[in-house]
């Protein structure tokens, strides 16, 4: 089924000719190189590598040309371009509501996890809207991390993904998330986070 989502609701950025992977089958395989364990794209294609041709088969890999029942996998190049292209927030919905499909309870709990990912650049300042105030006063909103992307999950605790936002370079989590939980229903749901 979550290949099933990527193929129906995901935009391919890619252009046409390099289309050499399905780009369900693509990040199939690497949701699955994840839950295996592994932390980058190296390790990624090595997973993929080692994938069978049944179980190659079965992620819809393309076909290797004059062999028969054979498929060939991504390479870590096709992965890295394929991480660097993706829409992220258009991943995450995807993600969000396939979770949702799997997992259908009510959600009751939700807790609030950040996560500091290496080796990617910090997302973005941005401005903060004038509209809504934040009761975290302004000296307190200092960055915490100046050189990695920092990303807040909303997860249950079945670790159901329910919602994730970049913490903006010019600010930190807390600031973060008082800005994004107007934008979420919250109603009959209980939050918590770290002690921060």
């Known amino acids: 089924s979550l290949w099933e989502r990527f193929r129906d609701h995901l935009t391919d950025p890619r252009k046409p000719k390099v289309k050499r992977h399905q780009l369900a089958s693509l990040l199939t395989l690497m949701a699955l190189a ?9 390790a990624m294609a090595e997973f993929a590598a080692s994938l069978n041709h049944g179980q190659r088969r079965q992620l ?8 028969r029942r054979q498929c060939d996998v991504a390479s870590e190049r096709t992965i890295r371009r ?3 292209v993706i829409n992220v927030e258009e991943l995450k919905e ?13 959600v ?10 290496k080796n ?4 973005p300042a941005v401005e903060k809207p004038a509209a809504v105030e934040i009761e975290i006063p302004a000296d307190l909103q200092k960055p915490k991390a100046d050189k990695a992307l920092t990303l807040v999950n909303f997860v249950t605790h079945g670790q159901r993904l329910i919602d994730q936002i970049a913490v903006p370079a010019n600010t930190n989590e807390e600031a973060a998330v008082a800005l994004h ?11 918590t986070a770290d002690a921060a």
């Open 108 to 117: 009751q709990v939700i807790h609030l996890d950040g996560k500091g990912v």
């Open 94 to 106: 995807v993600l969000v509501a396939w979770m949702a499909q799997e997992d259908p309870q009510p």
């Open 82 to 84: 394929m991480l660097a």
């Open 181 to 191: 939980l107007p934008k979420m229903d919250l109603r009959a749901r209980c939050v």
């Open 120 to 123: 990617a650049d910090p997302a």
């Open 34 to 42: 994840v839950c295996a364990g592994c932390k980058g794209p190296h």
């Open 60 to 67: 819809r890999c393309r076909p290797r040309p004059n062999t």
